[in-house]
């Protein structure tokens, strides 16, 4: 069952959104050549607990982390580790909070030092794939929708989307219905209704879209080892439009200055 929300509570989603979108914009900062993966998570921690709020991934179904950090053909729920960030990798970052009873999930994928143009690419459609699948998040779409605008995309850039993991509902709980897959067909699966929010978040990879679990139980790669690129927001369906609580002004910035068009509203 899909749990809309009020105008109340979707005022708590924005916090919750708005600081786990603040604390990926820091972890992006950070995370250069030198930075180990368990540096980005403590850091991460610490900003969401002075903030009040907590880590919602940390101890979720036994999760042991407060980020996933996802390096390379990890495509999501990597384990921060001491790995070291390198010159040339990409790593997906995401991030959980739970603020005032309400969560914030968002994730995205950041270059560390000179990374090659392959992979630059990647990101870059993995990005615009989201900003296409926002613009779908209106009263009266259905969920196919979604699925179709980053699919349609992401694939005739030569991309395939992850099939094994997808998009959810989000509120009190971090999953919640419905299900939102990364491929679609337009008009069919559920019809969207204002006061929907929903963490949207493509994968995508350069290979085969098929994964395998490592034996640590948690971190997704693709089974080819060939790069992945993940981008998450969390995004509420209204009479307005699609807002999008984890949207920053600096992401916007950031987005604006690569020359993506960001329609979606903060
Ligand atoms: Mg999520």
């Known amino acids: 069952m899909i749990i809309g929300k009020s105008k109340r509570e ?154 094994d993991y997808g998009g959810h509902g989000i509120g009190r709980k971090m999953h919640e219905d419905p299900h939102i897959p990364n491929y679609g067909r337009p008009g069919t699966g559920t019809k969207i209704k204002n006061g929907y929010v929903f963490a949207v978040e493509p994968m995508l990879n350069m290979g085969t879209h098929h994964t395998k679990t490592l034996a640590d139980g948690w971190t997704v790669v693709t089974v080819d080892g060939r790069p992945s690129a993940h981008v998450e927001h969390t995004i509420a369906v209204t009479e307005e439009g699609p807002q999008v609580f984890t949207r920053v002004p600096e992401e916007i910035e950031r987005l604006q200055a690569a020359g993506a068009a960001v329609a979606a509203r903060v």
């Open 10 to 163: 979707l005022e708590k989603m924005r916090a919750a959104g708005r600081l786990a979108g603040l604390v990926r914009e820091e972890l992006r900062r950070m995370a250069r050549a030198g930075t180990t993966t368990l540096d980005l998570d403590r850091a991460a921690e610490r900003m969401i607990l002075e903030a009040g709020a907590k880590p919602t991934f940390k101890g979720y179904h036994g999760f042991p982390y407060s980020i996933c950090a996802s390096v390379n053909e990890q495509v999501v729920h990597g384990f921060p580790s001491d790995y070291v960030l390198k010159d040339g990798d990409i790593i997906s970052i995401d991030v959980g909070a739970t603020l005032d009873g309400f969560v914030g999930d968002t994730a995205t994928t950041v270059p560390v030092g000179q990374v090659g143009e392959d992979k630059l690419r990647l990101i870059r459609v993995a990005e615009e794939s989201l900003e296409r699948a926002i613009e779908q998040c209106r009263h009266g779409k259905h969920l196919g929708d979604i699925g179709w605008a980053v699919q349609e995309y992401a694939e005739a850039e030569g991309y395939s989307l992850v099939r």
